[in-house]
């Protein structure tokens, strides 16, 4: 049976007992839980924040995200995928994510603000105005991302090929867009 939950606040103590999967989250609010052991398979979370969480290789399907801040999170190997969410739109603030996979989304207008994305795959994204503040891309992988009108200013070490992701309007530091025109065999001298 489905149950929904309202404005509620869970700490560890508070999940005992709770299913999360199959389940409606709105207004609520997720503190220190270690959600590892979890699994979100067809659930909506509706304006709710996860603050603090450990959400490291989380089993996600057919889930729906609206309006979900992640805050200080360990997001370490997720996959995010079109086949198994769907309405996404999400803030990832000052959160780990290694090795986290991004494919077939469209999350237009996602905000990441100092999160370690190292090691992550961007495959066939729609990222449009998007914004990446202070973000950490060592060794990710993009592919068919449409990077259009998204702002990589503060970030670095991304490695993003012109020819395989759409860039039109990004907005990029100096170092960045040096490192663009590099992978384009285009030298830039100061």
Known sequence: MKESYFNKTFTPSDLEGVKISGNEFEGCHFENCDLTSFSFKKTIFID??????????LVIS????????????KLDGVH???ESHFLLEMHFINCQMHQTFFINLDFNKIHFEDCDLSESSFFDIKAKKSTFKNCEFNFCEFEN??????????????????????????????????????????????
């Not at 709710?48 to 290789?57: G, H, P, R």
């Not at 057919?62 to 999170?73: A, H």
């Not at 991304?158 to 990029?172: G, M, R």
């Open 48 to 57: 709710c924040s996860f603050t603090q969480c450990d959400l490291n290789n």
């Open 62 to 73: 057919s889930t729906s995200f609206r309006n979900v801040t992640f805050k200080t999170c």
């Open 80 to 82: 995010f995928d079109l």
């Open 145 to 190: 991302v449409d990077f259009s009108e998204a702002d990589f200013s503060t970030s670095k070490n991304y490695s993003i090929d012109p020819s395989k992701n759409e860039l039109k309007n990004a907005v990029f530091s100096i170092e960045g867009a040096i490192e663009l025109a590099s992978l384009m065999g285009i030298t830039v001298k100061l």
